[in-house]
């Protein structure tokens, strides 16, 4: 009688962890078993309810969730809530994916769009930026062209963007002040999200074609830049007066973040432990962002689809898991969370 009622408390206080009387009831189609619980060496089995964690979760009937194969994320998510906190760990793209692609209607900046529109430029460095993102960002989202095709254009583009950016006035002690003008925004629900992780100490790996010094400070700047946050980004090089004078180590664009993973395989080998994944993205590139992480058991892949919607939906369905469709929060992430983390 007594063991009964340690169960029923645990089910109560902890409702991802459902004891062995709640399995009597909820008979899914995947069950495993979970670590050890919170009242000693007593395991208990997390078991799907009926019509599955998809039907659970009211974050999921949005008309800007789509998904192609529900199976699979009924299994995906199962998974992660089985392994639970310990074994998770989340890769993530930052620039319209962390952060809004927009905001009433306008295009926010991404960590580049910061430097391109910030007040230190000069006309002609702004007119040449501006050129090159005309040029290029149709080729990025161009449907029609793979990940290979378009991988020297993007060489070509990081490359010619830091050259002109390498030659301006550019302090390091300024850049507080460029991002607080700037029109960089997170994603509604992003506090929650990334304190929900600190909480749990979930690492949470920032991989961005972006600039990592902007990346943080807008991070910093709403107070979210928690220990167990690591990015990996374009960093800028300062010299000894603290002015901008080009970039530390290889460039990271949009398709070569597999590379950048694996430059960075080392780290990802410390959360060997960690073998449930959430990776958010936005675009094809992202999704080989966790590429060097090892003994891997599951990954879900949430894709942000903000932009050309009709050209890369078909795209979108076979790659990620989950698609989100101009939708600026992270409200089905945390969702996700909710269930995994609690």
Same mark, same amino acid.
């Given at each position: 009688?007594?063991?009964?009622?340690?169960?029923?408390?645990? *089910?109560?206080? @902890?409702?991802?962890?459902?004891?062995?009387?709640?399995?009597?009831?909820?008979?899914?189609?995947?069950?495993?078993?979970?670590?050890?619980?919170?009242?000693?060496?007593?395991?208990?089995?997390?078991?799907?309810?009926?019509?599955?964690?998809?039907?659970?979760?009211?974050?999921?009937?949005?008309?800007?969730?789509?998904?192609?194969?529900?199976?699979?994320?009924?299994?995906?998510?199962?998974?992660?809530?089985?392994?639970?906190? *310990?074994?998770?760990?989340?890769?993530?793209?930052?620039?319209? !994916?962390?952060?809004?692609? *927009?905001?009433?209607?306008?295009?926010?900046?991404?960590?580049?769009?910061?430097?391109?529109?910030?007040?230190?430029?000069?006309?002609?460095?702004?007119?040449?930026?501006?050129?090159?993102?005309?040029? @290029?960002?149709?080729?990025?989202?161009?449907?029609?062209?793979?990940?290979?095709?378009?991988?020297?254009?993007?060489?070509?583009?990081?490359?010619?963007?830091?050259?002109?950016?390498?030659?301006?006035?550019?302090?390091?002690?300024?850049?507080?002040?460029?991002?607080?003008?700037?029109?960089?925004?997170?994603?509604?629900?992003?506090?929650?999200?990334?304190?929900?992780?600190?909480?749990?100490?979930?690492?949470?790996?920032?991989?961005?074609?972006?600039?990592?010094?902007?990346?943080?400070?807008?991070?910093?700047?709403?107070?979210?830049?928690?220990?167990?946050?690591?990015?990996?980004?374009?960093?800028?090089?300062?010299?000894?007066?603290?002015?901008?004078?080009?970039?530390?180590?290889?460039?990271?664009? !949009?398709?070569?973040?597999?590379?950048?993973?694996?430059?960075? *395989?080392?780290?990802?080998?410390?959360?060997?432990?960690?073998?449930?994944?959430?990776?958010?993205?936005?675009?094809?590139?992202?999704?080989?962002?966790?590429?060097?992480?090892?003994?891997?058991?599951?990954?879900?892949?949430?894709?942000?689809?903000?932009?050309?919607?009709?050209?890369?939906?078909?795209?979108?369905?076979?790659?990620?898991?989950?698609?989100?469709?101009?939708?600026?929060?992270?409200?089905?992430?945390?969702?996700?969370?909710?269930?995994?983390?609690?």
């Amino acid at each position: 009688m007594q063991l009964l009622l340690l169960l029923r408390h645990a *089910s109560a206080c @902890y409702p991802c962890v459902l004891a062995w009387e709640a399995v009597q009831v909820f008979h899914g189609p995947w069950t495993g078993r979970r670590g050890a619980s919170p009242f000693g060496r007593l395991e208990g089995t997390f078991t799907c309810p009926p019509g599955g964690m998809i039907r659970s979760i009211p974050e999921f009937q949005s008309k800007k969730v789509h998904i192609q194969d529900p199976d699979r994320v009924e299994h995906l998510i199962c998974g992660l809530i089985k392994g639970g906190a *310990s074994k998770l760990q989340v890769v993530s793209d930052f620039d319209m !994916t962390l952060s809004r692609f *927009s905001y009433n209607g306008k295009r926010c900046s991404t960590c580049h769009n910061v430097i391109d529109k910030c007040k230190l430029l000069t006309e002609e460095a702004a007119k040449e930026l501006c050129d090159l993102k005309d040029k @290029y960002y149709p080729i990025e989202m161009d449907p029609k062209l793979s990940s290979e095709d378009k991988f020297p254009f993007m060489v070509e583009w990081w490359t010619k963007a830091h050259g002109v950016m390498s030659q301006l006035d550019i302090h390091k002690d300024k850049l507080t002040e460029i991002v607080q003008e700037s029109d960089a925004m997170l994603r509604d629900g992003c506090d929650v999200f990334l304190n929900a992780l600190n909480a749990h100490n979930v690492p949470l790996i920032v991989l961005s074609a972006g600039l990592g010094d902007i990346l943080e400070e807008i991070i910093q700047q709403a107070n979210l830049l928690h220990p167990n946050v690591h990015v990996i980004a374009n960093y800028m090089d300062f010299d000894e007066k603290g002015r901008i004078k080009g970039f530390k180590g290889e460039m990271i664009h !949009t398709y070569n973040k597999r590379d950048g993973a694996l430059r960075h *395989s080392g780290y990802f080998d410390l959360l060997r432990n960690n073998s449930n994944v959430i990776l958010l993205g936005d675009t094809m590139g992202d999704l080989t962002m966790a590429d060097g992480i090892p003994n891997v058991q599951n990954v879900l892949k949430i894709g942000f689809l903000n932009d050309k919607i009709d050209g890369l939906m078909e795209t979108f369905l076979a790659a990620y898991d989950i698609v989100l469709v101009q939708d600026e929060t992270l409200d089905l992430v945390n969702a996700i969370m909710q269930k995994v983390l609690y």
